[in-house]
């Protein structure tokens, strides 16, 4: 925002999760967190204290969307409820004139197709440009990925290889690998996609190994002069240490993404090579200063893109599950 501006109003839905880190960074970025969405009244109690843990939060705690959007009327909506709401949630959000933010996965619901998850993340981005106001999802590996290309940018003048490992506690889930590439893949498919932006994969030459808390793929990132990356996407879930990974590697040179804070307090991102460590802002403030300044760093075309990979990689799976139980 720039200096003199009104701060943003931002409503976050759903803060018991990876919401209420959102909210602390929207008030760390000037803007007014004027409301948040709870589950219920209990849900809502809960997420007060929270959120008055973390930084001054005067917003007023809802558990009606409808109610939340007329009598607020925030400038943004972020969408932190889970997967199978963001869809309703950004709707709505649109259809009341607020720019969205959405977290990952973009669109999801078990209990549709995946060319209807495709069809409504499609009207979501109509309806957003009818309303002329912003759309993106929080996939912020698109933004690690850049930080950690820029700390050595001659390395890599020509890409060739991709591996994106990240690994995450399982909370207790039973192992589910579909659950596991849903969960973690779109991060890592977006941090090749905005590097590689005009890439395409060979899905013929797709291999997948999904079992238990693990799901993997590997394919040929085809660029328009027949060159190629190969790309391994590689996700798991576990009860063991270490239960957080966050790595990227680029032409067999590797960043460990890590976190500290700052002299201040304040969270950041550590990022560690081999020649050393870095550190920098962390990638979901970077990636909510964008949108509050009006530029989503993970916009429409690329968000839906997304979209489209992780469910045909998905669908693929789940094929060949097929395939080998009928064996």
Partial sequence: MSAGAAPRRVAVLGVSGIGRHHAKWWHLEGA??????????????????????????????????????????????DVCTPSHLH?????????????????????????LTSAQMLGQARELLALAERQQVGFGVCTQYVVSARLCLAICPDRF?????????????????????????????????????????DGQPDWTRLELDFAGHHARAQFPLRRP??????????????????????????????FDIGGCSDAAGVFQARIQTADGVTDREDAMRLLIRSFGAGRAEVPGPLALCNLEWMLRILDAAAARG?????R
């Fill in 322 to 326: 097929r395939t080998d139980a009928e």
């Fill in 157 to 197: 003048q020509r890409l060739e290889s991709y591996r994106g490992y990240l690994v995450s506690p399982t909370r207790g889930r039973a192992p589910d690998p579909q659950h596991t590439w849903i969960d973690l893949a779109p991060h890592l498919l977006g941090a090749i996609q905005v590097v590689c932006p």
């Fill in 87 to 111: 869809y309703p949630h950004a709707r709505a959000a649109l259809q009341a004139g607020c720019a969205v933010l959405c977290e990952k996965p973009f669109v999801y619901d078990a209990e």
């Fill in 32 to 77: 007014e967190v004027c409301a948040f969405l709870g589950r219920s009244p209990e849900s809502l109690g809960r997420a007060t204290e929270t959120l008055a843990g973390m930084f001054p939060c005067r917003g007023r705690g809802y558990t009606s969307l409808p109610e939340l959007l007329a009598e607020q009327r925030p400038d943004i909506v």
């Fill in 225 to 254: 002069d027949g060159s190629s990356v190969h790309c391994d996407i590689d996700t798991a879930h576990t009860d063991t240490e270490p239960k957080n990974v966050r790595r990227l590697t680029f032409n067999d040179y590797t």
